[in-house]
């Protein structure tokens, strides 16, 4: 039953959020107007105006209603800036109740009120402009119907007994005095709507930039040091528990400080991104690399030792002419494997000393540390490139 009643509302009012909120507000537009059709079938039975009048009225009014909605429903308004159209909705809004007012003799004061009611509307997405522009229209059309009433009263289909002038003068002061204070009222109240939606538009773009710098370093764009440090304390939980073999690698550039010196710093920030990229590019899906600090990198690879010391040769080759035309760049790794129930910290300190070996060794190699004992020698060899 609810979830037959909740397709129903989505078949009428659309399952797309913002549309169902235009629609909404077509709706409440649409009770106004079933509302000044009973007024003006009430006006047609009491004898105070022509039925043929408010036929035309009722027609153009519900053929208007009926196309909005389907031009809504459908999706068609999306292509314009503003999908609800307000200010056109609007002006035919005003246009139609002063229509009104000049049809229904004695009962014409009462569509004042619609006349009012369309004005706050505008406090969905109007500029005051438009809010501007909709007031003026307001009692340009009333004045202009006003007149017609008048003088030419010749031209309303069964006006019957006039009544008087000063009844419609009224009116005019009266929408004079209320009109232009609401537009205003208005106006204020969609300008701070509006600049509420920016200040969110804002901090969503904020929260979304501080999401993506707590796991991201800013330099490299690849994984930071914390969200490394999450994921090797993950691995290595897991790892203890499944028994999932996997390894880090401690990467540090070598004379990275020579490459700065010949290029500037900006010249070393580029190397270390290009560098982040084509290591990147080197890495199978279960694998994942992050920048540890300054030149130093981290990588975490699924398997024994053979893996990622053949992960880290395959890196050598893709970054060997990232740096500049006379300098080939080479990096030493650290490499050490998991023990079951070592933690993170642990086994980032074997890789460090693995990685203090490689550069000890020479450079341009890696260091894999003992499996058991650490009083066990490094194995280093010179990268074979
Ligand atoms: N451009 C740039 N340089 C950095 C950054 N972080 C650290 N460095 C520089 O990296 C250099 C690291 O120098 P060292 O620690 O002496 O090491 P190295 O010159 O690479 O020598 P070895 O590691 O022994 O091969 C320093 O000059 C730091 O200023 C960074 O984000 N951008």
Redesign the pocket.
Known sequence: MQSLLSRMVDLVGSAHPRRRERLMQWLIAGYIYMGAAIWLIAGVLQGWMSKTAALLWLGFVFAGLLAGYVALRSGWTERFQDPSLTIWQLSIGVLCANWGYLLIGPMRTAALLPMVVTIVFGAFTLQWRQIAFLTVLNLFALVAAVTLRAWFPQWIPQHGAMTPLMVDINNVLMLLVVLPPLGFIVARLSSVRRKLHRQREALMQALSQVERLAVSDE?TGIANRRSMRTLLERSAALSSREFAPFCVALI???????I?DELG??G??EV?REFARRATAMLRTTDAIGRW???EFVVLACGNVDGICRLLERMRRAVANCGTDSRCITF?AGVAQHRREETADDLLERADRALYEA?RAG?NRNAVAPEGDPSQRYATAESPQ
Do not use: M, Q, W
């Open positions: 330099l540090d550039i070598d004379h990275f400080k020579a700065n710093h900006a070393g920030d270390l600090g300054g030149e030493s550069k450079r």
